[in-house]
Protein backbone atom coordinates (compact mmCIF):
# COMPACT_ATOMS: atom_id res chain seq x y z
CA UNK A 1 0.00 0.00 0.00
CA UNK A 2 1.41 3.16 -1.10
CA UNK A 3 2.10 6.32 1.68
CA UNK A 4 -0.86 8.24 0.16
CA UNK A 5 -3.26 4.81 0.36
CA UNK A 6 -2.83 4.42 3.82
CA UNK A 7 -3.06 7.87 4.69
CA UNK A 8 -6.34 7.45 2.46
CA UNK A 9 -7.52 4.58 4.91
CA UNK A 10 -6.56 6.22 8.25
CA UNK A 11 -8.57 9.43 7.55
CA UNK A 12 -11.67 6.61 6.63
CA UNK A 13 -11.02 4.55 9.56
CA UNK A 14 -11.15 7.64 11.69
CA UNK A 15 -14.26 8.43 10.11
CA UNK A 16 -15.84 5.77 10.41
CA UNK A 17 -14.98 5.99 14.39
CA UNK A 18 -16.23 9.29 14.27
CA UNK A 19 -19.45 8.01 12.78
CA UNK A 20 -19.92 4.90 14.71
CA UNK A 21 -19.03 7.46 18.02
CA UNK A 22 -22.74 9.68 17.04
CA UNK A 23 -24.50 6.51 16.54
CA UNK A 24 -23.40 4.79 19.83
CA UNK A 25 -24.00 8.41 21.85
CA UNK A 26 -27.63 8.30 19.95
CA UNK A 27 -27.66 4.45 21.44
CA UNK A 28 -29.42 3.77 18.47
CA UNK A 29 -27.58 0.56 17.63
CA UNK A 30 -28.28 -3.13 18.96
CA UNK A 31 -31.58 -1.85 19.82
CA UNK A 32 -35.54 -2.70 19.20
CA UNK A 33 -37.19 -1.32 16.13
CA UNK A 34 -39.04 2.17 17.78
CA UNK A 35 -42.33 3.09 16.98
CA UNK A 36 -41.97 6.68 16.80
CA UNK A 37 -39.96 6.39 13.25
CA UNK A 38 -43.20 4.00 12.10
CA UNK A 39 -45.07 7.40 11.07
CA UNK A 40 -41.62 8.04 8.73
CA UNK A 41 -41.96 5.01 6.88
CA UNK A 42 -45.31 4.82 6.97
CA UNK A 43 -45.57 8.07 5.10
CA UNK A 44 -43.00 7.34 2.58
CA UNK A 45 -44.73 3.70 1.92
CA UNK A 46 -48.16 6.16 1.35
CA UNK A 47 -46.02 8.66 -1.35
CA UNK A 48 -44.41 6.33 -2.98
CA UNK A 49 -47.12 3.55 -3.37
CA UNK A 50 -43.56 1.39 -2.46
CA UNK A 51 -43.92 -2.81 -1.25
CA UNK A 52 -41.48 -2.26 1.31
CA UNK A 53 -39.39 0.71 3.23
CA UNK A 54 -36.77 0.39 5.36
CA UNK A 55 -35.38 2.94 7.97
CA UNK A 56 -31.44 1.89 9.21
CA UNK A 57 -28.87 2.82 10.87
CA UNK A 58 -25.11 1.04 9.90
CA UNK A 59 -22.38 -0.38 12.77
CA UNK A 60 -19.10 -1.71 11.22
CA UNK A 61 -20.90 -5.25 10.30
CA UNK A 62 -24.88 -5.24 10.16
CA UNK A 63 -27.71 -2.59 8.94
CA UNK A 64 -29.73 -2.34 11.88
CA UNK A 65 -33.55 -1.46 11.01
CA UNK A 66 -35.30 0.93 13.23
CA UNK A 67 -38.84 1.03 11.42
CA UNK A 68 -40.02 -0.97 8.81
CA UNK A 69 -43.12 -1.32 6.65
CA UNK A 70 -44.21 -4.03 4.46
CA UNK A 71 -41.95 -6.71 4.77
CA UNK A 72 -40.38 -7.01 8.62
CA UNK A 73 -36.79 -6.81 8.28
CA UNK A 74 -34.71 -6.56 11.49
CA UNK A 75 -31.48 -6.64 10.02
CA UNK A 76 -29.02 -6.53 6.91
CA UNK A 77 -25.21 -7.29 6.04
CA UNK A 78 -23.47 -4.02 5.75
CA UNK A 79 -21.49 -5.44 2.86
CA UNK A 80 -22.41 -4.95 -0.15
CA UNK A 81 -25.37 -3.15 0.86
CA UNK A 82 -27.76 -0.26 0.11
CA UNK A 83 -25.80 1.73 3.08
CA UNK A 84 -22.52 1.27 1.40
CA UNK A 85 -23.85 2.75 -2.18
CA UNK A 86 -25.41 5.39 -0.35
CA UNK A 87 -21.71 6.24 1.43
CA UNK A 88 -19.79 6.00 -1.39
CA UNK A 89 -22.27 8.13 -3.65
CA UNK A 90 -22.64 10.77 -0.20
CA UNK A 91 -26.16 11.43 -1.30
CA UNK A 92 -29.63 9.71 -2.34
CA UNK A 93 -29.48 6.84 -4.73
CA UNK A 94 -32.16 5.85 -6.55
CA UNK A 95 -32.53 2.58 -9.47
CA UNK A 96 -34.72 2.51 -11.49
CA UNK A 97 -33.89 -1.36 -12.46
CA UNK A 98 -32.12 -3.72 -10.27
CA UNK A 99 -31.37 -5.63 -13.40
CA UNK A 100 -29.69 -2.80 -15.37
CA UNK A 101 -27.47 -2.37 -12.19
CA UNK A 102 -23.69 -3.76 -12.20
CA UNK A 103 -23.60 -4.20 -8.13
CA UNK A 104 -27.51 -5.27 -7.65
CA UNK A 105 -28.14 -7.60 -10.41
CA UNK A 106 -25.31 -10.03 -9.25
CA UNK A 107 -26.27 -9.68 -5.74
CA UNK A 108 -29.88 -9.42 -5.08
CA UNK A 109 -31.52 -7.45 -2.14
CA UNK A 110 -32.77 -10.22 0.80
CA UNK A 111 -35.71 -9.04 1.79
CA UNK A 112 -37.23 -12.15 3.25
CA UNK A 113 -39.78 -12.98 0.80
CA UNK A 114 -39.87 -9.34 -1.34
CA UNK A 115 -37.79 -9.38 -4.48
CA UNK A 116 -37.50 -5.69 -4.94
CA UNK A 117 -36.85 -4.43 -8.76
CA UNK A 118 -35.88 -0.81 -7.71
CA UNK A 119 -35.35 1.28 -5.01
CA UNK A 120 -34.89 4.88 -3.85
CA UNK A 121 -32.57 5.48 -0.91
CA UNK A 122 -31.91 8.44 0.79
CA UNK A 123 -28.96 9.14 3.61
CA UNK A 124 -30.02 9.97 7.19
CA UNK A 125 -27.12 12.74 8.24
CA UNK A 126 -26.05 13.79 12.02
CA UNK A 127 -26.06 17.46 12.67
CA UNK A 128 -22.00 17.44 11.32
CA UNK A 129 -23.50 15.97 7.85
CA UNK A 130 -21.57 12.26 8.68
CA UNK A 131 -24.43 9.70 6.62
CA UNK A 132 -25.54 7.59 9.88
CA UNK A 133 -28.78 5.62 8.17
CA UNK A 134 -30.40 5.14 5.36
CA UNK A 135 -33.95 5.59 4.15
CA UNK A 136 -35.06 3.54 1.33
CA UNK A 137 -38.97 2.58 -0.66
CA UNK A 138 -38.49 -0.62 -2.36
CA UNK A 139 -40.97 -1.76 -5.34
CA UNK A 140 -41.46 -4.80 -7.18
CA UNK A 141 -41.36 -3.30 -10.08
CA UNK A 142 -38.67 -1.24 -12.19
CA UNK A 143 -40.13 2.61 -11.34
CA UNK A 144 -39.45 5.45 -14.00
CA UNK A 145 -36.78 7.96 -12.59
CA UNK A 146 -37.87 10.00 -9.75
CA UNK A 147 -38.57 14.13 -10.71
CA UNK A 148 -37.49 16.60 -8.20
CA UNK A 149 -40.14 16.67 -6.19
CA UNK A 150 -39.89 13.13 -5.06
CA UNK A 151 -36.66 12.65 -4.33
CA UNK A 152 -37.09 15.90 -2.05
CA UNK A 153 -40.14 14.34 -0.44
CA UNK A 154 -37.63 11.60 0.01
CA UNK A 155 -34.70 13.56 1.44
CA UNK A 156 -37.13 15.63 3.58
CA UNK A 157 -38.52 12.16 5.28
CA UNK A 158 -34.61 11.42 5.63
CA UNK A 159 -34.17 14.47 7.91
CA UNK A 160 -36.71 14.12 9.65
CA UNK A 161 -35.49 10.87 11.04
CA UNK A 162 -32.01 12.74 11.22
CA UNK A 163 -34.13 15.82 13.64
CA UNK A 164 -36.15 13.20 15.67
CA UNK A 165 -32.34 11.85 16.38
CA UNK A 166 -30.64 15.27 17.16
CA UNK A 167 -33.49 16.18 19.57
CA UNK A 168 -32.73 12.92 21.40
CA UNK A 169 -29.32 13.98 21.74
CA UNK A 170 -30.06 17.58 22.63
CA UNK A 171 -32.13 15.80 25.15
CA UNK A 172 -29.85 13.61 26.59
CA UNK A 173 -27.55 16.46 26.76
CA UNK A 174 -29.79 18.60 28.73
CA UNK A 175 -29.71 15.94 31.41
CA UNK A 176 -26.57 15.34 31.59
CA UNK A 177 -25.46 16.58 35.38
CA UNK A 178 -23.61 19.34 35.37
CA UNK A 179 -25.80 20.90 32.51
CA UNK A 180 -26.66 24.52 33.32
CA UNK A 181 -30.26 24.89 32.60
CA UNK A 182 -31.84 28.71 31.80
CA UNK A 183 -32.73 30.26 35.46
CA UNK A 184 -36.32 29.93 36.40
CA UNK A 185 -38.02 33.00 35.54
CA UNK A 186 -38.88 33.94 38.66
CA UNK A 187 -36.24 32.79 40.89
CA UNK A 188 -36.61 35.91 43.65
CA UNK A 189 -40.47 34.46 44.15
CA UNK A 190 -40.37 30.54 43.28
CA UNK A 191 -43.17 29.72 45.19
CA UNK A 192 -45.20 32.59 43.94
CA UNK A 193 -47.87 32.20 42.41
CA UNK A 194 -49.30 30.06 45.36
CA UNK A 195 -53.02 28.39 44.91
CA UNK A 196 -54.68 31.22 46.99
CA UNK A 197 -53.33 34.09 44.62
CA UNK A 198 -54.92 32.58 41.42
CA UNK A 199 -57.66 31.81 42.94
CA UNK A 200 -58.14 35.59 44.27
CA UNK A 201 -57.39 35.99 41.15
CA UNK A 202 -59.84 34.36 39.46
CA UNK A 203 -62.92 35.27 41.73
CA UNK A 204 -61.49 39.71 40.87
CA UNK A 205 -61.75 38.43 37.24
CA UNK A 206 -58.26 39.71 36.67
CA UNK A 207 -57.45 37.17 33.66
CA UNK A 208 -58.25 38.52 30.55
CA UNK A 209 -57.31 37.34 27.10
CA UNK A 210 -55.65 39.19 24.69
CA UNK A 211 -55.43 37.51 20.86
CA UNK A 212 -53.03 37.61 17.96
CA UNK A 213 -54.40 37.31 14.64
CA UNK A 214 -52.95 34.41 12.32
CA UNK A 215 -52.57 35.82 8.74
CA UNK A 216 -53.13 34.54 4.72
CA UNK A 217 -49.26 35.13 4.45
CA UNK A 218 -50.09 35.88 0.86
CA UNK A 219 -52.52 38.55 1.06
CA UNK A 220 -52.18 39.26 5.37
CA UNK A 221 -55.93 38.60 5.54
CA UNK A 222 -56.70 37.74 9.14
CA UNK A 223 -57.99 34.05 8.69
CA UNK A 224 -57.81 33.54 12.41
CA UNK A 225 -57.11 34.49 16.35
CA UNK A 226 -55.51 32.74 18.94
CA UNK A 227 -56.52 33.61 22.47
CA UNK A 228 -53.52 34.13 24.88
CA UNK A 229 -54.13 34.34 28.69
CA UNK A 230 -52.74 37.42 30.68
CA UNK A 231 -53.11 38.11 33.91
CA UNK A 232 -53.56 41.42 35.00
CA UNK A 233 -52.05 42.21 38.34
CA UNK A 234 -53.00 45.00 40.60
CA UNK A 235 -49.35 45.30 42.00
CA UNK A 236 -47.30 43.37 39.36
CA UNK A 237 -48.75 44.66 35.95
CA UNK A 238 -49.52 42.48 33.52
CA UNK A 239 -48.00 39.04 33.72
CA UNK A 240 -47.71 36.64 31.00
CA UNK A 241 -49.05 32.66 30.90
CA UNK A 242 -45.45 31.41 31.21
CA UNK A 243 -45.26 32.56 34.71
CA UNK A 244 -48.67 31.46 35.95
CA UNK A 245 -50.28 28.39 33.90
CA UNK A 246 -47.15 25.87 35.13
CA UNK A 247 -48.68 27.04 38.72
CA UNK A 248 -52.07 26.55 37.56
CA UNK A 249 -51.38 23.15 36.19
CA UNK A 250 -49.50 22.14 39.24
CA UNK A 251 -52.43 22.99 41.63
CA UNK A 252 -54.91 22.06 39.43
CA UNK A 253 -56.87 25.50 39.19
CA UNK A 254 -56.10 25.13 35.05
CA UNK A 255 -59.12 23.87 34.97
CA UNK A 256 -61.53 26.33 35.90
CA UNK A 257 -59.10 28.88 34.84
CA UNK A 258 -59.63 26.86 31.82
CA UNK A 259 -63.18 26.76 31.56
CA UNK A 260 -63.42 30.87 31.99
CA UNK A 261 -61.05 31.02 28.88
CA UNK A 262 -63.02 28.88 26.92
CA UNK A 263 -66.34 30.42 28.07
CA UNK A 264 -64.82 33.80 27.63
CA UNK A 265 -63.38 33.21 24.11
CA UNK A 266 -67.29 31.66 23.44
CA UNK A 267 -68.16 35.53 24.68
CA UNK A 268 -66.12 37.28 22.24
CA UNK A 269 -66.72 35.35 19.38
CA UNK A 270 -70.50 35.98 19.68
CA UNK A 271 -69.30 39.82 19.83
CA UNK A 272 -67.23 39.89 16.38
CA UNK A 273 -70.30 37.64 14.88
CA UNK A 274 -72.77 40.14 15.72
CA UNK A 275 -70.19 42.73 14.48
CA UNK A 276 -70.15 41.78 11.02
CA UNK A 277 -73.10 39.15 10.28
CA UNK A 278 -72.21 38.84 6.63
CA UNK A 279 -68.66 37.36 7.48
CA UNK A 280 -68.74 36.31 10.71
CA UNK A 281 -65.73 36.03 13.02
CA UNK A 282 -62.14 34.71 12.16
CA UNK A 283 -61.80 30.92 13.82
CA UNK A 284 -61.00 32.07 17.40
CA UNK A 285 -58.29 29.41 18.92
CA UNK A 286 -57.75 28.43 22.03
CA UNK A 287 -54.96 26.63 24.32
CA UNK A 288 -55.81 23.70 26.39
CA UNK A 289 -53.27 22.05 28.87
CA UNK A 290 -52.58 18.23 29.61
CA UNK A 291 -54.83 18.63 32.73
CA UNK A 292 -58.34 20.04 30.72
CA UNK A 293 -57.58 17.95 28.10
CA UNK A 294 -57.45 14.84 30.05
CA UNK A 295 -61.01 15.36 32.02
CA UNK A 296 -63.77 13.25 31.60
CA UNK A 297 -66.45 14.86 28.74
CA UNK A 298 -64.42 17.70 27.44
CA UNK A 299 -66.59 17.35 24.33
CA UNK A 300 -69.47 17.72 25.90
CA UNK A 301 -68.43 20.77 28.05
CA UNK A 302 -66.88 22.33 24.45
CA UNK A 303 -70.48 21.38 23.31
CA UNK A 304 -72.44 22.69 25.78
CA UNK A 305 -70.53 26.20 25.52
CA UNK A 306 -70.72 26.61 22.18
CA UNK A 307 -74.88 26.15 22.07
CA UNK A 308 -75.23 28.23 24.99
CA UNK A 309 -73.23 30.91 22.63
CA UNK A 310 -75.32 29.88 19.39
CA UNK A 311 -72.00 29.16 17.92
CA UNK A 312 -71.13 26.88 14.91
CA UNK A 313 -68.24 24.95 15.72
CA UNK A 314 -66.70 25.69 13.26
CA UNK A 315 -65.63 29.08 14.99
CA UNK A 316 -63.49 27.58 17.42
CA UNK A 317 -60.16 26.06 17.37
CA UNK A 318 -58.66 23.69 19.92
CA UNK A 319 -54.19 23.71 20.47
CA UNK A 320 -52.55 21.48 22.45
CA UNK A 321 -49.05 20.34 22.49
CA UNK A 322 -48.06 16.73 21.95
CA UNK A 323 -46.96 16.43 25.55
CA UNK A 324 -50.27 16.84 27.07
CA UNK A 325 -51.33 14.21 24.46
CA UNK A 326 -48.48 11.67 25.54
CA UNK A 327 -49.57 10.45 28.93
CA UNK A 328 -52.21 8.47 27.56
CA UNK A 329 -52.69 8.08 23.43
CA UNK A 330 -55.44 5.99 23.79
CA UNK A 331 -57.66 8.47 25.34
CA UNK A 332 -55.98 11.42 23.41
CA UNK A 333 -57.28 9.68 20.08
CA UNK A 334 -60.69 9.16 21.31
CA UNK A 335 -60.83 12.52 23.11
CA UNK A 336 -59.95 14.02 19.73
CA UNK A 337 -62.23 12.30 17.64
CA UNK A 338 -65.31 13.37 20.00
CA UNK A 339 -63.75 16.96 19.50
CA UNK A 340 -63.13 16.26 15.87
CA UNK A 341 -67.00 14.56 15.53
CA UNK A 342 -67.91 17.79 16.89
CA UNK A 343 -66.46 20.25 14.46
CA UNK A 344 -63.67 22.20 16.39
CA UNK A 345 -60.76 22.72 14.69
CA UNK A 346 -58.03 20.83 16.42
CA UNK A 347 -54.36 22.38 16.15
CA UNK A 348 -51.20 20.73 17.07
CA UNK A 349 -49.16 23.57 18.64
CA UNK A 350 -45.42 23.73 18.72
CA UNK A 351 -45.03 21.14 16.16
CA UNK A 352 -41.35 19.80 16.18
CA UNK A 353 -40.47 20.28 19.61
CA UNK A 354 -42.00 17.36 20.89
CA UNK A 355 -40.51 13.49 21.50
CA UNK A 356 -41.98 11.91 18.30
CA UNK A 357 -44.05 14.86 16.66
CA UNK A 358 -44.19 12.89 12.94
CA UNK A 359 -45.79 9.66 15.16
CA UNK A 360 -48.82 12.15 17.03
CA UNK A 361 -49.18 14.13 13.56
CA UNK A 362 -49.87 10.74 11.54
CA UNK A 363 -51.76 9.12 14.00
CA UNK A 364 -53.88 11.20 15.21
CA UNK A 365 -57.11 13.77 13.32
CA UNK A 366 -55.80 16.91 13.31
CA UNK A 367 -56.06 19.53 10.82
CA UNK A 368 -53.47 22.09 11.68
CA UNK A 369 -50.44 22.21 11.85
CA UNK A 370 -48.51 24.80 14.00
CA UNK A 371 -44.21 25.51 13.26
CA UNK A 372 -42.79 25.86 16.37
CA UNK A 373 -41.38 29.24 16.84
CA UNK A 374 -37.86 28.03 17.15
CA UNK A 375 -37.72 26.81 14.24
CA UNK A 376 -38.82 30.09 12.25
CA UNK A 377 -36.08 32.04 14.30
CA UNK A 378 -33.26 29.40 12.94
CA UNK A 379 -34.44 29.64 9.54
CA UNK A 380 -32.34 31.67 8.10
CA UNK A 381 -29.22 30.50 10.05
CA UNK A 382 -28.34 28.07 7.31
CA UNK A 383 -29.49 25.24 4.80
CA UNK A 384 -30.49 22.56 7.61
CA UNK A 385 -33.13 24.52 9.41
CA UNK A 386 -34.76 25.56 6.25
CA UNK A 387 -34.78 22.23 5.17
CA UNK A 388 -36.72 21.14 8.70
CA UNK A 389 -39.18 24.33 8.27
CA UNK A 390 -39.49 22.59 4.11
CA UNK A 391 -40.11 19.68 5.40
CA UNK A 392 -42.54 20.29 7.83
CA UNK A 393 -44.75 22.10 5.09
CA UNK A 394 -44.26 19.41 2.93
CA UNK A 395 -45.23 16.88 5.16
CA UNK A 396 -48.39 18.77 5.86
CA UNK A 397 -49.15 18.76 2.56
CA UNK A 398 -48.65 15.21 2.10
CA UNK A 399 -50.97 14.87 5.12
CA UNK A 400 -54.02 17.39 4.07
CA UNK A 401 -52.97 19.66 6.62
CA UNK A 402 -52.60 23.66 7.24
CA UNK A 403 -49.68 24.58 8.59
CA UNK A 404 -49.38 27.87 10.22
CA UNK A 405 -45.86 29.82 11.30
CA UNK A 406 -45.67 30.54 14.68
CA UNK A 407 -42.98 33.83 15.53
CA UNK A 408 -42.64 35.51 12.54
CA UNK A 409 -40.56 38.30 13.01
CA UNK A 410 -38.37 39.45 10.12
CA UNK A 411 -39.43 40.44 6.27
CA UNK A 412 -36.88 37.30 5.49
CA UNK A 413 -38.55 34.45 7.83
CA UNK A 414 -42.04 35.70 5.80
CA UNK A 415 -40.24 36.02 2.44
CA UNK A 416 -38.94 32.63 3.05
CA UNK A 417 -42.13 30.86 4.59
CA UNK A 418 -43.73 31.85 1.36
CA UNK A 419 -41.47 30.52 -1.12
CA UNK A 420 -41.57 27.47 1.07
CA UNK A 421 -45.45 27.42 0.17
CA UNK A 422 -46.49 27.70 3.82
CA UNK A 423 -49.91 29.18 4.21
CA UNK A 424 -50.62 30.81 6.95
CA UNK A 425 -48.74 32.59 9.99
CA UNK A 426 -48.96 34.96 13.36
CA UNK A 427 -45.84 37.14 14.97
CA UNK A 428 -44.55 40.12 15.91
CA UNK A 429 -44.39 41.11 12.20
CA UNK A 430 -48.10 41.56 11.75
CA UNK A 431 -49.26 41.84 15.28
CA UNK A 432 -48.43 41.24 18.81
CA UNK A 433 -51.55 39.70 20.56
CA UNK A 434 -53.65 42.55 21.46
CA UNK A 435 -56.70 43.39 23.46
CA UNK A 436 -59.80 42.38 22.16
CA UNK A 437 -60.78 46.19 21.36
CA UNK A 438 -57.96 46.32 19.18
CA UNK A 439 -59.02 43.22 16.80
CA UNK A 440 -62.47 44.70 17.09
CA UNK A 441 -60.80 47.34 15.04
CA UNK A 442 -58.50 45.24 12.73
CA UNK A 443 -61.73 43.15 11.74
CA UNK A 444 -63.25 46.35 10.59
CA UNK A 445 -60.31 46.90 7.84
CA UNK A 446 -61.14 46.26 4.28
CA UNK A 447 -60.94 42.87 4.28
CA UNK A 448 -59.69 42.20 7.18
CA UNK A 449 -56.40 42.63 5.34
CA UNK A 450 -53.29 43.70 7.83
CA UNK A 451 -51.44 47.05 7.43
CA UNK A 452 -47.69 47.17 7.60
CA UNK A 453 -46.68 47.41 11.13
CA UNK A 454 -45.05 50.55 10.70
CA UNK A 455 -46.97 52.27 8.10
CA UNK A 456 -49.62 55.16 9.10
CA UNK A 457 -52.92 52.61 8.80
CA UNK A 458 -51.80 50.63 10.93
CA UNK A 459 -51.17 53.42 13.50
CA UNK A 460 -54.29 55.22 13.19
CA UNK A 461 -56.05 51.74 13.50
CA UNK A 462 -54.65 51.87 16.55
CA UNK A 463 -55.32 54.67 17.89
CA UNK A 464 -59.34 54.21 16.57
CA UNK A 465 -59.34 51.26 19.21
CA UNK A 466 -60.76 53.95 21.38
CA UNK A 467 -59.16 54.51 24.67
CA UNK A 468 -56.70 52.04 24.76
CA UNK A 469 -54.28 53.92 22.32
CA UNK A 470 -54.14 57.91 23.27
CA UNK A 471 -53.06 60.00 20.37
CA UNK A 472 -49.32 60.42 21.44
CA UNK A 473 -48.87 56.52 22.45
CA UNK A 474 -49.70 54.42 19.14
CA UNK A 475 -48.22 51.13 21.16
CA UNK A 476 -50.09 51.42 24.61
CA UNK A 477 -52.36 48.67 25.02
CA UNK A 478 -49.53 46.39 22.17
CA UNK A 479 -47.27 44.35 23.77
CA UNK A 480 -43.47 45.26 22.52
CA UNK A 481 -42.79 44.02 19.35
CA UNK A 482 -38.75 43.16 19.40
CA UNK A 483 -37.64 45.06 16.26
P1 LIG B 1 -48.26 29.28 22.29
O1 LIG B 1 -49.63 28.72 22.26
O2 LIG B 1 -47.24 28.62 21.44
O3 LIG B 1 -48.40 30.82 21.93
C1 LIG B 1 -47.52 31.53 21.15
C2 LIG B 1 -46.65 32.40 22.00
O4 LIG B 1 -45.71 33.04 21.15
C3 LIG B 1 -47.41 33.52 22.71
O5 LIG B 1 -46.76 33.75 23.93
C4 LIG B 1 -47.18 34.71 21.77
O6 LIG B 1 -47.25 35.94 22.43
C5 LIG B 1 -45.76 34.44 21.33
N1 LIG B 1 -45.46 35.06 20.05
C6 LIG B 1 -46.27 35.23 19.00
N2 LIG B 1 -45.63 35.80 17.97
C7 LIG B 1 -44.36 36.00 18.37
C8 LIG B 1 -43.19 36.56 17.75
O7 LIG B 1 -43.21 36.99 16.60
N3 LIG B 1 -42.06 36.57 18.50
C9 LIG B 1 -42.02 36.11 19.78
N4 LIG B 1 -40.87 36.19 20.43
N5 LIG B 1 -43.10 35.57 20.39
C10 LIG B 1 -44.25 35.51 19.70
P2 LIG B 1 -47.56 33.92 25.27
O8 LIG B 1 -48.82 34.68 25.04
O9 LIG B 1 -46.60 34.38 26.30
O10 LIG B 1 -48.00 32.43 25.56
C11 LIG B 1 -47.06 31.47 25.89
C12 LIG B 1 -47.69 30.11 26.02
O11 LIG B 1 -48.60 30.07 27.12
C13 LIG B 1 -48.54 29.74 24.82
O12 LIG B 1 -47.70 29.28 23.80
C14 LIG B 1 -49.42 28.66 25.41
O13 LIG B 1 -48.75 27.44 25.43
C15 LIG B 1 -49.61 29.14 26.83
N6 LIG B 1 -50.94 29.76 26.97
C16 LIG B 1 -51.34 30.99 26.60
N7 LIG B 1 -52.65 31.17 26.88
C17 LIG B 1 -53.09 30.00 27.42
C18 LIG B 1 -54.36 29.55 27.93
O14 LIG B 1 -55.38 30.25 27.91
N8 LIG B 1 -54.41 28.28 28.42
C19 LIG B 1 -53.31 27.46 28.45
N9 LIG B 1 -53.43 26.23 28.96
N10 LIG B 1 -52.11 27.84 27.98
C20 LIG B 1 -52.00 29.10 27.49
MG1 LIG C 1 -50.83 28.11 20.95
MG1 LIG D 1 -47.11 27.59 19.90
Known amino acids: MSQTELQASQIECQQEEARLAVLVEMEILDTAPE ?19 LLGFADESRFWIKSYWGEPVRELPRRHSIFERVLAENGPVVISNINDDPDFKERRIPLRRLDPLSFASAPVR ?7 GVLTVFSCQPRRPMVLAELRMLESLADIAASQLELRRLRKAFHRPGFCAAPIADAAAPNWPRKSDLRHALEHRQFVLYFQPEIELATRRIVGLEALIRWEHPERGLIPPMDFIPAAEETGLILPIGDWGLAEACTHIQKWR ?17 RQFAREGLADHVEALLSRARIPSRQLGLEMTESSLIPDPGTALEVLGSLRRLGVSLLMDDFGTGYSSLHHLHSLPFDVLKVDRSFVTRMTEGEQPLQIVRTIVELARVLGMDVVAEGIETQTQYDLLRQLGCRFGQGFLFSPPVPAATITQMLRLPGRILPKRESAEHCAMLRASAQLVPEDQPDLGMERDPS
Open 274 to 290: ADDPERGAPRVCVNLSA
Open 126 to 132: SAEGKIL
Open 35 to 53: SSFDAITRLAAEYFKADTV
